[in-house]
């Protein structure tokens, strides 16, 4: 993700971490290549939202590398927004990061 590291706090001993996500590819099936740039921009916003907000796996406090992740499935309403998919993808990396 470019931009500002989110910043995430582990409640359970008040330590704050700094996260650094790239992602190297992302390869979504079945949507417009036109939307690519607007769903990549939506993915990162809501991902650092969720990494700001939310728990995060104890395998990413500690440096983990992940060569592949894959996002749990989701279902996408034909028509759907670009933002709309985006923050949808988003959740489903951060699930996938979580188990």
């Known amino acids: 993700m470019n931009g500002e590291r989110p910043r995430t706090k582990d409640e359970r ?3 704050q971490y ?9 390869a979504l099936y079945g949507f417009a290549p036109s939307g690519r740039y607007r769903i ?3 993915v ?3 991902l650092s939202r969720l990494l700001g907000e939310r ?7 500690k440096g983990t590398e992940m060569a592949r992740l894959d ?8 028509g759907s927004k670009a933002e ?5 993808v988003a ?4 699930e996938g990061m979580m188990r």
């Open 91 to 94: 959740q489903a990396v951060y």
């Open 13 to 15: 001993s008040n330590i």
């Open 44 to 46: 990162e916003r809501e």
């Open 55 to 61: 728990d995060v796996s104890p395998l990413l406090t």
């Open 71 to 78: 996002g749990e499935p989701f279902q996408m309403p034909s």
């Open 18 to 26: 700094s996260i650094e996500l790239l992602i190297e590819e992302l």
């Open 84 to 88: 709309t998919i985006g923050a949808q």
């Open 40 to 42: 990549a921009d939506a």
